[in-house]
């Protein structure tokens, strides 16, 4: 066993205390990971303050994973000793079932083990990425391109995939019209992602505070929503809408923006169910639809294509200590636009 330093809660809203966690014998196909870099997801505050329910406690939240392998199990072959890794948002899945096979392990019917506050095939629960190392098994691991800053590829991991297996799927591409709702920590790498796959891409947002930001990220057109002109004007406009935002829509409103066949995609998750009327969808043959993450092999083209397009997201670092003053900072909508934790303050 590998005991390691980690930040952990106790129990729902607790502060953050260091402890240490023992990280499991290496296995033939495992690989242990010496993480230098651990990024802050919004979903991180939802676990550790229990608002979805279900919560494991303690916890160690963490699935923005970034470092460098230490130790390989004997039968490893895509990693050696050196390398420069990531994981993702899970570690296992059952490898048999449909979605397995075709490469999206997030929808494995098994039930994917997620990186931290969930549990392993063995019951054992499952502790994240604000610690000094992990054990992974080998297929649940990425590789980080030698251009992409370690760092700065760590929020790529979670807001990165996020984005990007969406806009991939629904076809974001020369000749589309793609709308971004937000420019937060998803929607400012959504932007960079639409752009470089060559589609014509607008932004939504509450006011007129980011458009700057959000042209210089490569957004064609900025509309703030808060001015009711914007919805008229940009009626039946959109072949796919990406909602990056964790607030309740007017869903209605939004549905208008979109063409005959466009999709409204939800990648948010308010804490409230979303209303609509279905005429929304029955006039123009729409659309509502939500995305997870991506499979590994999708990460690793992600990660592959981040580091030929120069997309980055935009980060600030933390120390281990300053991580619940990040959290706060979340919450208030203070961040442009992702912390990342320096595992070496832990």
Same mark, same amino acid.
């Given at each position: 066993?590998?005991?390691?330093?980690?930040?952990?809660?106790?129990?729902?809203?607790?502060?953050?205390?260091?402890t240490t966690i023992q990280r499991r014998e290496?296995?033939?196909?495992?690989?242990?990971?010496?993480?230098?870099?651990?990024?802050?997801?919004?979903?991180?505050?939802?676990?550790?303050?229990?608002?979805?329910?279900?919560?494991?406690?303690?916890?160690?939240? %963490? !699935?923005?994973?970034?470092?460098?392998?230490? +130790?390989? /199990?004997? =039968? &490893? @072959?895509?990693?050696?000793?050196?390398?420069?890794?990531?994981?993702?948002?899970?570690?296992?899945?059952?490898?048999?079932?449909?979605?397995?096979?075709?490469?999206?392990?997030?929808?494995?019917?098994?039930?994917?083990?997620?990186?931290?506050?969930?549990?392993?095939?063995?019951?054992?629960?499952?502790?994240?990425?604000?610690?000094?190392?992990?054990?992974?098994?080998?297929?649940?691991?990425?590789?980080?391109?030698?251009?992409?800053?370690?760092?700065?590829?760590?929020?790529?991991?979670?807001?990165?995939?996020?984005?990007?297996?969406?806009?991939?799927?629904?076809?974001?591409?020369?000749?589309?019209?793609?709308?971004?709702?937000?420019?937060?920590?998803? %929607? !400012?790498?959504?932007?960079?992602?639409?752009? +470089?796959? /060559?589609? =014509? &891409? @607008?932004?939504?947002?509450?006011?007129?505070?980011?458009?700057?930001?959000a042209l210089e990220l490569g957004a064609d057109?900025?509309?703030?929503?808060?001015?009711?002109?914007?919805?008229?004007?940009?009626?039946?406009?959109?072949?796919?809408?990406?909602?990056?935002?964790?607030?309740?829509?007017?869903?209605?409103?939004?549905?208008?923006?979109?063409?005959?066949?466009?999709?409204?995609?939800?990648?948010?998750?308010?804490?409230?169910?979303?209303?609509?009327?279905?005429?929304?969808?029955?006039?123009?043959?729409?659309?509502?639809?939500?995305?997870?993450?991506?499979?590994?092999?999708?990460?690793?083209?992600?990660?592959?294509?981040?580091?030929?397009?120069?997309?980055?997201?935009?980060?600030?670092?933390?120390?281990?200590?300053?991580?619940? =003053?990040?959290?706060?900072?979340?919450?208030?909508?203070?961040?442009?636009?992702?912390?990342?934790?320096?595992?070496?303050?832990?």
């Amino acid at each position: 066993m590998t005991q390691t330093r980690v930040l952990s809660v106790s129990h729902a809203k607790a502060p953050f205390e260091r402890t240490t966690i023992q990280r499991r014998e290496l296995r033939p196909h495992d690989i242990l990971i010496d993480i230098k870099f651990s990024g802050i997801c919004h979903s991180d505050i939802h676990s550790a303050h229990d608002e979805w329910g279900g919560g494991i406690f303690p916890m160690v939240p %963490g !699935h923005e994973i970034v470092g460098l392998v230490e +130790a390989v /199990g004997t =039968e &490893v @072959t895509k990693f050696t000793v050196g390398d420069r890794v990531g994981v993702g948002c899970f570690v296992d899945s059952c490898g048999e079932c449909e979605y397995c096979l075709k490469g999206e392990e997030q929808y494995c019917t098994k039930g994917v083990v997620q990186t931290y506050n969930s549990r392993d095939y063995d019951g054992n629960p499952t502790y994240g990425g604000y610690s000094q190392k992990i054990v992974v098994t080998e297929g649940f691991v990425v590789g980080i391109p030698d251009v992409l800053d370690m760092n700065i590829a760590s929020p790529l991991l979670c807001a990165g995939i996020t984005t990007y297996s969406p806009l991939k799927h629904w076809n974001a591409g020369p000749g589309k019209k793609v709308a971004i709702v937000g420019v937060g920590g998803l %929607g !400012h790498l959504a932007i960079q992602y639409a752009h +470089a796959m /060559g589609a =014509e &891409v @607008t932004v939504l947002s509450r006011s007129n505070d980011k458009k700057d930001e959000a042209l210089e990220l490569g957004a064609d057109q900025y509309f703030a929503t808060s001015d009711p002109a914007t919805f008229t004007a940009l009626a039946s406009h959109f072949d796919l809408i990406l909602n990056t935002v964790s607030a309740n829509l007017d869903v209605d409103s939004y549905l208008s923006l979109l063409r005959v066949d466009g999709t409204l995609v939800n990648v948010g998750a308010p804490g409230k169910p979303d209303q609509y009327n279905v005429f929304s969808l029955l006039m123009g043959r729409r659309s509502i639809a939500g995305s997870l993450v991506g499979g590994i092999r999708e990460t690793q083209e992600m990660l592959d294509f981040s580091a030929e397009h120069g997309i980055a997201p935009k980060i600030e670092i933390v120390h281990a200590d300053q991580v619940g =003053e990040a959290y706060e900072r979340v919450l208030r909508s203070d961040v442009r636009y992702r912390f990342v934790i320096d595992v070496s303050t832990l």
